[in-house]
Nanobody, 116 residues
């Protein structure tokens, strides 16, 4: 079982910035991929960004150029720097970790609200 500590969500005005962080612990096998998904009310959970142990990244088209994902592999911590936030970025953001055994674990989620 993997445990997560997520932080950084909150309320921000359009055009503002937020930084999410997620620290994973407790895995008995290496974590290969960490990342963020989000889910807005009435919508399906969607990928935001992912990063591998070798720092290869993958972003949703809707956040490219505005969001940056980074990772401290030694600490199994992932960060999501979000700039130029829009109201449509409002969602619960979930951290995930994928292990070498092919398991995916999810954090509890942190709310991001973009509103004036």
């Amino acid at each position: 079982q993997v445990h997560f500590v997520e932080s950084g969500g909150g309320l921000v005005q359009p055009g503002g910035s937020l930084r999410l962080s997620c620290a994973a612990s407790g895995s008995i096998v290496p974590i290969l991929v960490m990342g963020w998904y989000r889910q807005a009310p009435g919508k399906q959970r969607e990928l935001v960004a992912q990063i591998t142990r070798s720092s290869r990244t993958n972003y949703a088209d809707s956040v490219k150029g505005r969001f940056t994902i980074a990772r401290d592999s030694a600490e199994n911590t992932v960060y999501l720097q979000m700039h130029s936030l829009k109201p449509e970025d409002t969602a619960v953001y979930y951290c995930h970790a994928d292990t070498t055994w092919g398991e995916r674990f999810w954090g509890q989620g942190t709310q991001v609200t973009v509103s004036s």
